[in-house]
DNA sequence: AGCGATCTGTAGCGCTCGCTACAAGCCTGC
DNA sequence: GCAGGCTTGTAGCGAGCGCTACAGATCGCT
């Protein structure tokens, strides 16, 4: 194709691309390169180890994930801190977030053997959630820095249940939280 | 050692136990076999493949986490769905359920994938846990059934934020919760 | 005792994994 | 123009993967 000179950075999103589409655990050099229209030859010069190409396409994904709390979800606050939950449990069931769960749970379970790399990437992702809570619960929240962490520890609830099927539990404790701040 | 005959009944324990040191994802045959102290050529003709083996490890580890709760977990009734939610989150923080965690998160993971053994084990852990949660609300709580959804969201949420490296934001948001039902 | 079914060890298949050795291209600076 | 670096292709290494073929060993049964 394109003969031009490969780097890091036009390499990451192809690579991106690919892991959304058949998740984080299961990506190996030789079907990545192949995304990519290079070889995991390549893949080695380039980012010297597979923890260090990993590393690179988690700090990617993170950035992927701000920008897209950005653009695809509502700018206005919400009337309730339950509202607020409810609005992002909404917003990521549609299907073009399928990919992205799949690949957060990947992360979760990264994080769990001590991963440094992947420990960073969940908790950047967690702290741009976090600030855009704190922004779009009611104007009028007593404590947004608390509420926020109450609204962002039910939304990860609710997603967890979602992932493992039972997003019905989910949906009905979203709607038995307290309407309006504690 | 004991030359006595193996069996399915007789290895799951001896796989489960590895699996809860070692992680879900990384487990292979060998190792398996290794720990159970017979051979990966074993564990074949007894379960016939390593999916059936798999799921039959997840079975058996949703029955352990079934009986864990009712012997780890008080038997009394929290003062209040925040409390019930904070008791659980303390609990589980014990480092003894930390090779449990892992476990979970592998399940999650394997979730995503529509792997059917993964979400029924998954399914049934949801299933006991919210039983108990019933079990353990304040005895004048409005809403037993809406309430339990809403505290097994919140704990289940909180758990993923402390698996990633977020506990704070799960304390925080735990405390945050509404004291007394909706 | 002898036969058939049930178990188990040895060896190895074909495959993928991350990674490397080696050599050839290419592009830049003198 | 040509020397010396940066980039790339080919081929392969050693290891681990799930799984299997084959041959004994062992056991229950008549």
Redesign the pocket.
Known sequence: MAP????RESLVPLLAAHVLQNGLAA?????LAKAAG?????L???FG???A?VAALLEYLAGMFAAALDTAFPKDRSASRRACAQTVYAITEEPQFAPFFRVWWDIVAGCSDDNAAYLDAAGGMMDVLLAWVVDHLPADDPDPQAGARAVLTVIEGAQMLRAVGCGDIAEAGLAALEGRPA
């Open positions: 031009t000179r490969m780097s990506a190996s050099l030789r079907p290079t070889s995991d030859r390549m080695i010069y380039h180890t597979k923890d190409l």
